[in-house]
């Protein structure tokens, strides 16, 4: 028996009006049924009976889905593949979006046009920044484009697939449309392919959080262009890996492989690629404490850039100028310089240079202790949609280190592992150094003083592990005093260690004044209250005439506490100076802190009449040392400690040793010892 017909009875004209309805989409154009030579007295009959409905000017739709499902049934195939030919033809010839098109040549089985339809409607969405949907766009056509037609063009378009992704943070998409653009070109024997298949797969190994796989890729990209012949992919392939190499503080490898790169750049002769890799070998120079040669590099990709009108390299090279002033450890010049930065990137439009420039103008106002402009620096940069996942750590960075500073422990700490994330992720071991120094002082605020151990560890670990003279700096020397503070001598001497290493290395005011804290914790560590505050004062004065507020802060406080160990009057005039500083910035541990450091004396002395040095001498016995390792400690001889020892028996009215541990736990939980 003949099935019956879903419009039986409707006669022939409405028939093949509802066939041709039920192969366009919901809210189908009436006027294209036109133009397939559909009369409109054969669409009444579907009306009046309720299968279509009106739907807005010029549209109708199905009543109900499910008989329009058994009209496309009911329907032959060959008579399908003819309909939506015809009505692929028509929706072009009305100029419809091509993502409307491709569905009905490819349901014709015309595979080579369907693509073609959904290739240009990607190429449209990416004008639009619509980079989702270009992205799905190019996977169907990509799916029905077989390897071996049309190469060229569709190695074009797998390329622009993976830009897509990578926009759209498909990077698992992005990896493997590169990975089959890789295999392609070295089948094809086209370097030029290869070279930028792995540039771009190191890039996306990065996102990914895998440095190891990225340095294999760029350093293949590397070797690969110097057999290419062509100066301009050989000067951009070292560049790439120079960067790598910089962000993960790898500098002598960073010198060599820029070198390269800007003898390719002269070879090249393109003013834009001499002005990128000039203006990089200057931010080389200046972390490896070049500060002139740097400024000669930087002066002279600016000029050269100004010269072609290459907008783009102007704005970077501006930006470098900032950096240099960083590595200067002149926070106000790199602030001023990244504020007329990003002057020029907003008057000429360059969008991704401008955020560059916001996330490390976040960073120097955190240095100058401009805090509420720092934040409203990273809050502009994390509001931003389009801005690069590198720049947004930066900024959460930023936020993180003020949030621990201030005492914020929820925040700081979500910020902080966000960030974190974020630098390891992109090798970024500049922000790493930052986000650890402020995590041990969030665990050190919070009394857990092995975990703040292991963070200050931690940055010492990561400092081995490259050739920093600067971004460690500040986490080193705070982690010399918590050291100190704890009477922990081999600590202590690895981080004075480490910040000589630097200061000789790279010779800046900041790192010269490193040397200097880290000397005065070394005499502080030994029971020299005296000597340490003596050799803390000038590190103080040279955070006040450089305008540090934060280090300012910071180093008076540790000036405060000495002289209050050595029972100076004195120490209340420094104390107010850190605490007028830390009020302004809102650091309530720091506030806390100096209270502490201002009762310790007072307090400790009216429980217990004790000495600084016997109050030292009773923190080492309360931490389970002996009298032999207290003399170790604090380079006292074994006798002078038997003396102390005693005296503080008669002072606490203890009897026995025992006791006087169990009194200084006491005297330490009530916060009268450090």
Known sequence: MKPRSASQGLGAGAEGAMEVAALLSDGFPLPVLGDLGIAPS??????????????GEGTARFADGARREAVVRAMAWSKRRRLHAEIARALEARRVAWEEVAPHHFAANAFPEARAAWVRAAEIACRENRYGEAFEHIRRAMEIWPMDQEPESRRRVLMEMARCAKNCGDFVSARLAWEELLEGAEASGDDGGRIEAHRQLGD????????????????????????????ERRARAWLALASFLADRIRLAEAADAIGRAAGAAEDAGDPAVRCEVAGFRGLIRAMRGDA????????????LALEHGLTEQVALAYRRRANIREYAADYRGERDAHLSAIAYCRQRGVRDSEHACLGCLSYAFFRTGEWKRALDTTREVLGAGDTHPSIRAIAG???????AFRGQRKQARALLEESLAGARRFGLLGAEFFVRWAQAELEDDGGDADAARARFQEIVQLWRETEDSHDAVPGLIAATGFLADRGEAAGVSECTDILNGIAARHENAENRMARQ??????????????????????VVEHHARAGNLFDEAMSGRRVARFLHAAGDPEAEAAGAGALAIARRLGLRPLMDRIARDGDRRGAGAAIAGLTGRQSEVLALIGAGLTNKEVAARLH??????????????ERLNCRTRSEAVRRAAEIAGAGLLG
Request: net charge negative; aromatic share 2%; proline share 5%.
């Open 42 to 55: 054969a669409l009444d009959p579907l009306f009046d009976a309720g299968i279509l409905v009106p739907e």
């Open 517 to 538: 804290a880290a000397l005065a914790e070394t005499a502080w560590c030994r029971g020299q209250a005296a000597e340490a505050a003596a050799l803390m004062r000038p």
């Open 204 to 231: 996306l190994a990065l996102v990914n959080g895998d440095p190891a796989s990225a340095r294999r890729h760029l350093e293949s990209a590397a070797h690969l262009s110097d057999a290419c012949g062509v100066a």
């Open 397 to 403: 960075m930023v936020e993180g280190c003020i949030a």
């Open 292 to 303: 002139r040669g740097a400024s000669a590099d930087v002066d002279a990709a600016l000029k």
């Open 636 to 649: 006292l001889s074994p006798r002078t400690v038997e003396m102390h020892v005693a005296r503080l028996l």
